[in-house]
Structures are given as C-alpha cells and as structure tokens.
C-alpha cells in the first residue's frame, strides 16, 4: 500500500504470509487503533528504544513529536530513563510497558492503574503495538537494516543486557 519497500519489508517479504499478516496488524495500529496517537507513539518508541532499532526510532521520533509528545519525553525515552514531566495517561503507559519489558509481566496494581485509564482493550492494543514494533526491531536488527539517509540517529544501546554482547552488529547486512 505505501508504494516502495524499505525498513523492514525487504527482509519480511521473504516470508510472504508473515509479510502479509504483519501489513494488517500494523495497519490496524497506525490507520484504526483507538488509542491516542501519541501514546501509540510512545509504545512504538518504547520497543524501539529496547531493541535500539535506530530505523524504527527515526520513523517514529517524527509521528511521536507531530502527535504531541515533548521533546523532554522523547529525549529521556532516547536516553533510557523514566521522562520526569509527562501528562498522567503518558505515565500509565510508560509504567506499565517498563514494566513488562522489564519483568515480562504486570504487578496487580500496575494492571489495574492501565485498565483504569485504557481500559481492557487498550491494555491489549498497547502490548499488540509492543509486540508489533519489537517484532519489526529485531527483523530489522538481525537484517542491518540501513539507516534513513540524512537523518540524526539519536539512541545508542543501552547496557549490555542479558544473552547480548557487547559489539553486535546492528546495520547492514543484505
């Protein structure tokens, strides 16, 4: 539907049934989603900001800033720390998606605080856009894909995490 093939496409249409069923979730995600495009934003920037998919970052720095995220918010998400002015929705989201990054779960009370504020199928559509865009971050990572030409990269990777070295090779491979 966009006309030309970059990012991750080039790897995922090799696998045409995964290209296929990939276009729709993600369709879904940018065109029919009911959560606030911003916050959207924010959890596609959140998966790239793990995988430190640089490609992805690029794309979604620029729907994130255009839908309404601060320049702060952006930068501390860059930077991999807890943004220390964000509005009360951007909160919940932040907590709760830090949260199952990091324990590949929710507590009781953080589950509840998400439910209140997105209700049941936010939280679903949250984790479907987490999931989404870490799928597409490490096709694009095990891929290397290129970077967008001209544009600045602004994350490095964070600290060595588990089952990752030090120096892996993100780009360019074909």
């Given at each position: 539907?966009?006309?030309?093939?970059?990012?991750?496409?080039?790897?995922?249409?090799?696998?045409?049934?995964?290209?296929?069923?990939?276009?729709?979730?993600?369709?879904?995600?940018?065109?029919?989603?009911?959560?606030?495009?911003?916050?959207n934003?924010?959890?596609?920037?959140?998966?790239?900001?793990?995988?430190?998919?640089?490609?992805?970052?690029?794309?979604?720095?620029?729907?994130?800033?255009?839908?309404?995220?601060?320049?702060?918010?952006?930068?501390?998400?860059?930077?991999?720390?807890?943004?220390?002015?964000?509005?009360?929705?951007?909160?919940?989201?932040?907590?709760?998606?830090?949260?199952?990054?990091?324990?590949?779960?929710?507590?009781?009370?953080?589950?509840?605080?998400?439910?209140?504020?997105?209700?049941?199928?936010?939280?679903?559509?949250?984790?479907?856009?987490?999931?989404?865009?870490?799928?597409?971050a490490?096709i694009?990572?095990?891929?290397?894909?290129?970077?967008?030409?001209?544009?600045?990269?602004?994350?490095?990777?964070?600290?060595?995490?588990?089952?990752?070295?030090?120096?892996?090779?993100?780009?360019?491979?074909k």
């Amino acid at each position: 539907p966009r006309g030309k093939v970059e990012g991750p496409y080039w790897p995922i249409i090799r696998s045409p049934g995964l290209a296929d069923g990939l276009q729709k979730v993600g369709e879904y995600y940018r065109y029919r989603c009911p959560l606030d495009r911003k916050l959207n934003e924010m959890a596609a920037l959140m998966a790239s900001r793990l995988w430190t998919q640089q490609f992805e970052w690029d794309v979604h720095i620029l729907q994130a800033l255009d839908a309404g995220m601060t320049t702060d918010v952006a930068n501390a998400i860059a930077e991999g720390r807890r943004p220390a002015k964000m509005t009360d929705d951007e909160a919940v989201l932040y907590d709760f998606v830090t949260e199952v990054l990091a324990t590949k779960g929710a507590s009781d009370t953080t589950y509840a605080a998400t439910v209140a504020k997105f209700g049941e199928q936010g939280v679903v559509d949250i984790l479907g856009i987490v999931g989404y865009y870490a799928t597409l971050a490490m096709i694009m990572n095990v891929a290397r894909t290129p970077l967008l030409e001209g544009r600045p990269h602004p994350i490095v990777p964070l600290p060595v995490q588990l089952g990752q070295t030090e120096g892996s090779p993100t780009r360019g491979r074909k």
